[in-house]
């Protein structure tokens, strides 16, 4: 992951064009803005903020808590800038023979934190609104909140349950790639899963952009079909672009 540019400036904090390609990889692409770090770290008014360990205030290194940050627009995913959003990616065969088409939901209503020892990602907490995921088909979306009965499971989370270790380098912003294990619960089924992941401190950001294969039957999730959708695949991709902050 190349997570800087070479004409974006020292210090300006990466923002990913493009996540969860075709191989599962992530690609951070251009460079963006300043990023303001909203005062509770969390969307406004979503009252799901995940409880953060209590931790010393010393700064030095990665050690630490760092907590989700967000920027301007960032609910309706419009405009340049560092965004933090989740998401996901699933193949469609639509009716008429006109072909297929890669359905991308994604929201910005997320939040979380992580905490680090200088040597080690040792937690990890990241929660997703799922009634918020929107694709480019108010339809879709429609039917896409019934499949994963938001009403009475309106979130999804992911909790890392093995540390990670970092490369030495990792405090003076060399770039990071591996593997997040955890426990990944969708519409209230909680399944082991595992995120490929690239991650880079810049300018005092830890930038985090990853993806996982995901079976929606898994998660008691059917797949949804309307009168232009003949089929969705079972599976698809999840992803994720996270900004932390302290």
């Known amino acids: 992951m190349d997570a800087g540019s070479d004409d974006g400036g020292e210090g300006a904090v990466p923002v990913v064009e493009d996540v969860g390609a075709a191989d599962g990889g992530a690609e951070v692409l251009d460079v963006a803005s300043d990023v303001a770090v909203a005062d509770d770290a969390l969307p406004a008014d979503t009252g799901t ?10 700064t030095s290194g990665l050690a630490g808590l760092w907590k989700l940050i967000v920027s301007e627009g960032a609910d309706a ?15 469609e065969v639509l009716a008429g023979g006109i ?18 020892t200088d040597t080690a990602l ?29 009403e009475e499971f309106p979130l999804a989370a992911f909790t890392l349950t093995e540390p990670i270790e970092l490369p030495s380098g990792g ?23 595992v995120f490929d992941l690239q991650a880079q401190l810049v300018d005092g950001v830890i930038v985090v952009v990853g993806s996982s294969g995901v079976v929606f039957s898994d998660y008691g999730v059917p797949t949804p079909r309307s009168a232009a959708v003949l089929s969705v695949e079972d599976e698809g ?8 902050a302290r």
């Open 49 to 58: 903020e995940p409880e953060a360990p209590a931790v010393d205030a010393d």
């Open 99 to 116: 072909g297929e088409n890669t359905a991308v939901g994604r929201t910005a209503a997320v939040s979380g934190y992580i905490q680090l």
């Open 171 to 193: 405090s003076k912003g060399e770039p990071f790639s591996g593997s997040a294990r955890g426990d990944l619960t969708i519409k209230g089924v909680t399944n082991r899963a």
């Open 122 to 150: 040792v937690v990890t907490k990241v929660i997703v609104e799922m009634g918020t995921l929107r694709t480019d088909d108010s339809h879709r979306d429609h039917h896409m909140r019934e499949s994963l009965n938001t």
């Open 77 to 91: 995913l419009a405009g340049e800038g560092a965004v933090s959003f989740a998401g996901f990616r699933v193949q």
């Open 237 to 244: 991709v999840m992803e994720f672009q996270l900004y932390f």
